[in-house]
């Protein structure tokens, strides 16, 4: 089962660096990255930038589509005019099926905000003891995951305690 996992990072770079991260994971078979999409927000900057990983194959995928859809009602749908944001509240229902909701996109918009970064992944198959030990030190934020309620509050617990072990070592 594929799990959508939004991360914060407090900084524009972080998101960059933790897909740099991924990539090195999935290529050690740790986990495998179905398909991803990063924000990065530089301070002096009104807008963010939004890119997806473009080198992804397989039918796990989401597509541009999809990325753009979600970045564009969390980020610029006020921007735009009343037709558009008509027409992207109507796909927007559709993706509520799948765990993306208005308190998601406003949960988004509210974190992901000048001086920092998001990423956004689609994956599976992940050996989660690796992945937790590859982020410590990232001072990444689990925004949103699509994962149970208890499986996400273990997904909390082992990011809480690889920041926690981190913290003791510096």
């Not at 939004?50 to 995928?61: D, F, I, K």
């Not at 969390?74 to 109507?90: D, T, Y």
């Not at 689609?122 to 689990?142: C, I, M, W, Y």
Request: hydrophobic share 45%; net charge negative; charged share 20%.
């Amino acid at each position: 089962m594929a799990t959508l996992t939004a991360w914060k990072f407090p900084t524009p770079e972080g998101a960059d660096q933790a897909l740099a991260t991924l990539e090195q994971l999935q290529k050690q078979e740790l986990i495998q990255v179905l398909d991803a999409a990063v924000v990065t927000w530089p301070a002096d900057k009104k807008r963010p930038k939004t890119r997806q990983l473009h080198n992804l194959a397989g039918g796990g995928a989401l597509g541009g589509s999809f990325w753009g859809l979600l970045f564009g009602l969390i980020f610029f749908v006020p921007l735009l005019g009343m037709v558009i944001g008509a027409a992207s509240g109507a796909l927007a229902g559709s993706l509520s099926d799948v765990g993306i909701d208005d308190d998601f996109i406003n949960d988004v918009r509210s974190q992901v905000t000048p001086g920092t970064s998001a990423l956004f992944g689609l994956t599976a198959n992940a050996v989660q003891d690796k992945v937790a030990e590859a982020f410590r030190g990232s001072h990444a934020e689990l925004l949103h995951t699509n994962l149970s309620a208890e499986q996400e509050a273990a997904l909390r617990e082992v990011f809480s305690d690889a920041e926690d072990e981190a913290a003791v070592r510096a």
